[in-house]
Each structure stands twice: as structure tokens, then as C-alpha cells.
């Protein structure tokens, strides 16, 4: 079987698709606004260190797992430790996160292409700002409307993915990746030459320690495991169809700098023009899609960049479902002995499937309440990211740095250079990143009331 697995072509092929998974939603849209709402340029630095400190040793143990073993996630924890079935299941947690998220993550990928078509079909500039901030909320309301462009994004994740490792995922992150620096650039471009460039800079890079709270390392702690796309099975499964003589420190630095450069570089494109029009940069989820669309009516060439910044989007989104995917189909394909065809079908099926509520949960499914008073889309991204991803973070940390068996551990990870890095990483891995993630975790469970239960229940309270 070893024999027949895919490989990357080279390098550059891995570097691009690993930086297609990670380069996504998280960049263009969730990193500046929660750069914004937590202190700016302090937070800034905060992430920087978190993504050095616990976002590349995790990633650098992902790859290695998956290198090493030549598995997907769950397989891949079966063939280091086929006696311990315990540590399965921090295969199989993965696996559950990339199944949820590739499910809603679809849902808001679809949302970026009806802006595409919004953007060139009616425009944004005839429009009065209300109109247009209404639209957001319109698209919300309309299952119908979400649930065909889910099904479209669906689509074309699933035309990538049956292509298979080389001539489906690779290929296409060949294209699309550049693409979207091209766009990325041109944007960025138009940011340097807005009247709000000095202020955007300001509010991004100076650091204003005072406004930094215990929260806002708790965000970019968490922030910095979604958007390197740690914890969902998709980097071990990336990593099993790398070379075994690749660098590991070397691939993981280049994701990991990728990935922090298109989210500094969305945040020059994005903030320059919503504070030249004098609007709220600390709008929340509707700064994509309220904030952004009134400014592009508003600049000139705003009819041209609308266009360009939602495909940008639509993109970014693409190459990262196509991993979730992935990290499911590998799965099939490796354990169970599926064809690479009927994986990809039945996985993009199942995500559209679980997708389904999520498009509906702004209007007809508005009361079906799952956790809390959250809706089916929250419910499923509370789960998915806050306590899924952490947990498999964790396992993986602590798999890495204390339990897997030293030796080989080590010949793996030095191969192909570096191998003095391999201390400091050994140090991270071992230490810091366990506890940084416990911190999440813990902090989670205290914001659900865990606490209050666990005190209940050894007599405290
Ligand atoms: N890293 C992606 C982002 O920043 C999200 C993602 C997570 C994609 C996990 C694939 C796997 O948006
Ligand atoms: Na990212």
C-alpha cells in the first residue's frame, strides 16, 4: 500500500497547500477585527508569540505524525500506539473537529459568493448605505439563498478533492494561492494609498499594553491554533504525503510566515478604507459584510475591488475546506479501504448534509436551540473550535513531547537540517505548549459554568 500513497511533487507544491489550508476566514476577516477589539498593536505581538511559541511546535508535531506514520489522523495514531487505544482518540477528535467545521465552514465560504455575485450583478455603488448593511442581515434570514450557495461551495471543494493529492489539492493550491496574493497585493496596494493609512497603522502596530487583558491572550492563543489550522487532523494529513527527507522546521516556518503575513496584509487592506469613509473598524462579524461593502460603494474603483476582494475570499475559503475534506477522505481511503471517488463523495455529501441546519439557522431553524440558547451554527462552532480543537492540540502536544518514544521521535523531526532547533522545539512542545493550551481549555470550561457544576459535585459550594 506504502508504495501507491500520493506525494506531494515537491516543496513549493506542500508549501502551497498547507498555506491554502491555513490561509482563510481567520485571516482576512477574524484577525483584524479581533486585532482591533483587543488592543491592537499589543494584541498584535501577543499573537506573533503565541504562533512562535505554541502555533510551530504544534505544527511541526503534526507534520512529524503524519510524515512518520504515512496515515491519516486516526490511522496514523493507531500505527504509533496500537496497543493504547486511548490515544486513538485524539485521531478521532481531530477528525470530529474537520467533520463539523468543514460543515459551517462551507456555509460562510457561501456567503462569499453571493457577495461575488452582489458585488457584480447589482453593485454596491447605486445602493444607500442602510440598504446595503440590510443585505447581510436579508442573507441571514434566507435558508434558501445560504443553502444553494453552500451547496455550490460544496461543489467545488468536492471537484478539487476527487482529483486526489497531486492533480486535485496541490494543483489547484498551484493556482489558486498566488491568485489570491495577486488579489491580496492589489488590495494592500490600495490600502498604502488611503487617507487612512496612518491611522489603520497606528491602530494595528502601536502597541498600547494598558488595553491588553487576560482575554485577549486567551483570543490570540486560541486564534493562533484555528488559523494555522492545528488540532483538525488536516496538517497530519497534509504531513503524510510529504518526502521523508523534507525540513520540517524549514516547511513549518514558511506555512506558519504565510499565514501571518496575508493576516497583516488583509489588515493594511481593510482598515486604511473603512476609517477614510469614518466607519467602525470594531464592527464584529459584519465588518466583511456590512462595513466593507458601504465602503467599496463609497471609494473610487470601489465597483472593481468589491468583485476582487470577495473571489480573494471565496478563494481563501476554497483551499481551506479542501483540507477539512481531505483530512476525512484520508481517512476513508487509508482505514477503510475506500476509493478516493466514493470517499470524496460521501464526505463532501455528509458536510453539506450537516451544513444544512447551519444555512437554516437564521430563519426557519431560528429556535431550535442545541447548547444554551445557541443556534444549530453556533452550537456547531462552539464544539468544533473551542473545545475540540484545544483537545486535540493538547493530546498531540502531550503525545509529542512526553510519551512518543524518544528516538525515533528525534531521527524524524532533525532530518533534512535544523537539527540543533531541536532542544528549543523539544522545550516548547514538552512545556509550554501543554500548559498554554490548558489554560484555554480550562478558561472555557470556566466561562460554561463547568466550575460551578464541579464545585457542586465535590461539595464545595
Ligand atoms: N486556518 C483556516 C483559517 O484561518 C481555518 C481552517 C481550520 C481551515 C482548519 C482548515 C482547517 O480560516
Ligand atoms: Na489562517
Not at 92 to 101: N, P
Not at 416 to 425: A, E, M, Q, R, V
Request: aromatic fraction near 12%.
Amino acid at each position: 500500500h506504502a508504495a501507491q500513497r500520493p506525494l506531494w511533487s515537491n516543496r513549493l507544491g506542500f508549501v502551497l497547500a498547507a498555506a491554502g489550508s491555513a490561509v482563510g476566514l481567520g485571516n482576512v476577516w477574524k484577525f483584524p477585527y479581533i486585532a482591533g477589539v483587543n488592543g491592537g498593536g499589543a494584541f498584535v505581538l501577543v499573537y506573533l508569540l503565541c504562533i512562535a511559541l505554541v502555533g510551530v511546535p504544534i505544527m511541526m508535531a503534526e507534520l512529524m505524525i503524519g510524515r512518520h506514520t504515512r496515515k491519516d489522523a486516526i490511522g496514523a495514531f493507531a500505527a504509533l500506539e496500537p496497543g493504547r487505544r486511548w490515544w486513538h482518540g485524539a485521531g478521532w477528535i481531530s477528525v470530529a473537529a474537520a467533520f463539523i467545521i468543514s460543515s459551517y465552514y462551507s456555509v460562510v465560504a457561501g456567503w462569499t459568493l453571493d457577495y461575488v455575485w452582489r458585488s457584480l450583478h447589482d453593485g454596491f455603488g447605486a445602493l444607500a448605505p442602510s440598504v446595503i448593511e440590510s443585505q447581510f442581515g436579508t442573507l441571514l434570514e434566507n435558508g434558501l439563498r445560504q443553502g444553494l450557495w453552500h451547496l455550490l461551495f460544496m461543489f467545488l471543494c468536492l471537484a478539487v478533492v476527487i482529483g486526489g493529492v497531486q492533480r486535485g489539492i496541490e494543483r489547484w493550491s498551484r493556482i489558486l494561492m498566488p491568485a489570491l496574493l495577486a488579489l491580496l497585493m492589489l488590495l494592500f496596494v490600495n490600502g498604502l494609498r488611503s487617507d487612512g493609512l496612518e491611522e489603520a497603522l497606528r491602530f494595528l502596530f502601536a502597541p498600547d499594553f494598558g488595553r491588553l487583558s487576560a482575554d485577549a491572550w486567551l483570543e490570540a492563543l486560541g486564534h493562533s491554533f484555528f488559523t494555522l489550522s492545528l488540532g483538525m487532523a488536516a496538517m497530519i494529513t497534509y504531513g503524510s504525503y510529504l518526502k521523508p527527507d523534507e525540513n520540517l522546521f524549514g516547511v513549518s516556518l514558511r506555512v506558519a510566515g504565510l499565514d501571518t503575513l496575508i493576516a497583516l496584509m488583509a489588515g493594511i487592506a481593510i482598515f486604511p478604507i473603512v476609517f477614510a469613509a469614518g466607519l467602525e473598524a470594531a464592527s464584529g462579524p459584519g465588518l466583511i459584510f456590512q462595513t466593507l461593502p458601504v465602503v467599496f460603494s463609497q471609494i473610487e474603483g470601489g465597483a472593481l475591488l468589491a468583485p476582487l476582494f470577495f473571489v480573494l475570499l471565496a478563494f481563501a475559503a476554497l483551499t481551506s475546506n479542501i483540507s477539512l475534506l481531505e483530512a476525512q477522505i484520508a481517512y476513508l481511503i487509508d482505514e477503510r479501504g475506500w476509493s478516493r471517488r466514493r470517499a470524496s463523495v460521501c464526505v463532501a455529501g455528509a458536510a453539506f448534509t450537516v451544513g444544512i441546519p447551519t444555512a437554516l439557522s437564521g430563519n426557519l431553524l431560528k429556535n431550535w436551540h442545541l447548547i444554551g440558547e445557541r443556534t444549530f451554527f453556533d452550537s456547531a462552532d462552539l464544539l468544533a473550535s473551542s473545545y475540540l480543537l484545544p483537545l486535540a492540540g493538547l493530546l498531540i502536544a502531550l503525545y509529542v513531547g512526553w510519551f512518543w518514544r524518544g528516538e525515533a521521535e528525534k531521527a524524524e523531526l532533525i532530518q533534512g537540517g535544523c537539527g540543533g532547533l531541536y532542544p528549543l522545539w523539544h522545550g516548547l512542545i514538552r512545556y509550554v505548549a501543554p500548559l498554554a493550551v490548558t489554560v484555554i481549555l480550562v478558561n472555557k470550561a470556566i466561562q460554561a459554568g463547568l466550575w460551578q457544576v464541579l464545585r457542586r459535585l465535590l461539595g464545595l459550594a
